[in-house]
């Protein structure tokens, strides 16, 4: 009846390089920009660690206590609760970030185009690819950790009936497992595509003669 602690999810964030006038350094300006509005969402990920780390203690804690000790699993319980109300306020920021930098990020598809050489607009095409799949990636991941915290919620609120039984507590924390392992299969996705975008755009950049070998 062991449940999972979400693995410390430190999500990766695309990283720049610097240059501005031509399509190419218009491109680069713009991804610049959409790292920036990223910081936000780069704020949330130790908190959001922390706060995993502070419910797995809680529910340790709660499961090492007997049912004659009610109310002391109820005010564990409840903070628990609380702790799952702080992560989906920080998630709801991390969304916030997300959202901008892909508005930010939208503003390149004119400027491809405008881009002279065909290799180095096909390159963009391709970085624009990889940048709205982590984006996508970005969005499964944020979908899969409010079933966490859903499913999470659930096992809090069973564990303050008195009248509860073993075997609906453990098809309700297998229940959370399932879907804690949805956000780990997401989340290893996005850092892949986080990390398949930087390396390319370095290439671009290259390519374009914004930074030199």
């Known amino acids: 009846m062991k449940k999972r602690h979400l693995a410390a999810i430190l999500l990766a964030s695309a990283t720049l390089l610097s240059a501005c006038g031509s399509p190419e350094e218009q491109i680069h300006k713009s991804l610049e920009e959409t790292v920036v509005l990223e910081k936000d969402f780069e704020k949330q990920q130790k908190p959001l660690m922390k706060l995993e780390e502070e419910e797995k203690k ?29 992560r989906e306020e920080l998630l709801a920021k991390e969304e916030k ?53 859903k499913e999470d919620r659930k096992i809090y609120e069973l564990m303050k ?7 609906n507590l453990e098809a309700q924390i297998e229940a959370a497992n399932k879907v804690q392992e949805e956000v780990l299969a997401a989340s290893e996705e996005f850092n892949k595509f986080t990390e398949e975008f930087n390396e390319e755009k370095e290439k671009l950049y290259k390519e374009a003669g914004i930074i030199n070998d």
């Open 58 to 86: 809680l529910f340790d804690d709660i499961m090492q206590l007997g049912m004659k000790k009610f109310d002391e699993i109820t005010s564990l319980s409840d903070k628990a609760l609380a702790n799952l109300d702080k």
């Open 97 to 149: 970030a997300m959202s901008a930098s892909k508005k930010e990020f939208d503003k390149i598809d004119n400027l491809i185009d405008k881009l002279k050489d065909d290799q180095l607009r096909g390159k963009a095409k391709e970085l624009q690819k990889l940048m709205i799949q982590r984006y996508e990636s970005h969005e499964l991941l944020v979908e899969a950790y409010k079933k966490v915290i």
């Open 161 to 167: 009936d008195k009248e509860l039984k073993l075997e």
